[in-house]
Nanobody, 122 residues
């Protein structure tokens, strides 16, 4: 019933930018996670249902920005000053309807996108 469609991944040189998007069927508190080869899935950023609160991993703070366009039911991840260590598959995720707070824990999210590859060359 809940579908999340991600897009925007690609190959970029270090210092470049990418914008990821995640189209949803409704309004949810949302998060972005990433997983690099051989590493555990890690939290990147999240936004509350209202959009009034955001959270960022220390590794991306100041470089990444999460935002939402509720008219389009779409959440964006603007990634600037990309580093090779940002290389990973990026997943958007939604919490349950009625759960509006942010979370950094992957198990607090109930719906997941298919993932989009981001590769940053040195």
């Amino acid at each position: 019933q809940v579908q999340l469609v991600e897009s925007g991944g690609g190959l970029v040189q270090a210092g470049g930018s990418l914008r990821l998007s995640c189209a949803t069927s409704s309004r949810y508190a949302m998060g972005w996670f990433r997983q690099a080869p051989g590493k555990e899935r890690e939290f990147v950023t999240a936004i509350s249902w209202s959009g009034g609160s955001t959270s960022y991993a220390d590794s991306v703070k100041g470089r990444f920005t999460i935002s939402r366009d509720d008219a389009k039911n779409t959440v964006y991840l603007q990634m600037n000053s990309l580093k090779p260590e940002d290389t990973a598959v990026y997943y958007c995720a939604a919490r349950r309807a009625g759960t509006w707070s942010i979370s950094t824990r992957y198990y607090d999210y109930h719906y997941w996108g298919q993932g989009t590859q981001v590769t940053v060359s040195s």
